[in-house]
């Protein structure tokens, strides 16, 4: 099993819509977790982490269900502009290991 | 300020060759990590490093090394190339923030092997 699972999609949504990303990661001792956004041959960059009471930032809402070990990013009213790769990170260990998982795509269609 | 800088931004080798890449991490930042993202997946760890002392190492062949300064800039050397070799290998400069590494990522360095 890998350490942290994505759909990859593609996630074809039209503009305005709500869309929803789930993510699952294996080790139960996981610490730190985090959405990084990643467009089209660019680097990956900090999104948003994820905190166990949840957090919201802006038109994204990020949740971590820690019985169930999995964290997800919930996208309302999207934005051409938010067409990107979205990738779950998850840290662990003393010096905080990352591990990321595939990632998964979103188009926004006019 | 200037962010994580990495050169070159593209090269091509061919397979037996060896390549060495660059980076500077955020000013004042005194921890680095190397990422390998071969297209398709998501970036792999493959070192991390803090104060010159290598703090973790990723599931990665012995043909793959680094090293960082004293300035805290750090190398990624790879070794006998393979064709698999072939991807964006990212650093990114770490900093803890509220018990977690962030990750601020350098542009890439794009590695072709024929």
């Known amino acids: 099993r890998k350490e942290v699972e994505q759909d990859p999609g593609p996630f074809n949504v039209p503009e305005g819509a709500t869309v929803a990303f789930n993510c699952t990661y294996s080790?139960?001792?996981?610490?730190?977790f985090f959405w990084y956004r990643q467009d089209c041959r660019k680097e990956p960059k900090l999104l948003m982490s994820v905190y166990s009471s949840g957090n919201e930032d802006g038109r994204f809402t990020a949740q971590l269900n820690r019985a169930s070990q999995y964290i997800s990013l919930l996208i309302r009213d999207s934005k051409l502009s938010d067409s990107a790769t979205y990738l779950c990170?998850?840290?662990?260990?003393?010096?905080?290991?990352?591990?990321f998982g595939i990632g998964t795509k979103l188009q926004v269609i006019p | 300020d200037a962010g994580v800088t990495q050169s070159p931004t593209h090269l091509i080798k061919t397979r037996g060759q060896h390549v060495t890449l660059r980076c500077s991490p955020i000013?004042?930042?005194?921890?680095v990590s190397w990422y390998q993202q071969v297209l398709g997946q998501g970036p792999q760890f493959i070192f991390q490093?803090?104060?010159?002392?290598?703090?973790g190492r990723g599931n990665f062949p012995d043909r793959f090394s680094a090293r960082q300064f004293p300035n805290y800039s750090s190398e990624l050397n790879v070794n006998a190339l393979l064709l698999g070799d072939s991807a964006l290998y990212l650093c990114?400069?770490?900093?803890?923030?509220?018990?977690?590494?962030?990750?601020?990522f350098g542009a890439g360095s794009r590695l072709t092997v024929l």
């Open positions: 080790n139960s001792a996981s610490q730190s």
């Open positions: 990170v998850v840290g662990s260990g003393g010096y905080q290991k990352v591990t």
């Open positions: 990114a400069s770490d900093i803890r923030e509220n018990g977690a590494n962030v990750l601020t």
């Open positions: 490093y803090y104060e010159k002392e290598e703090r």
């Open positions: 000013s004042g930042h005194k921890s």
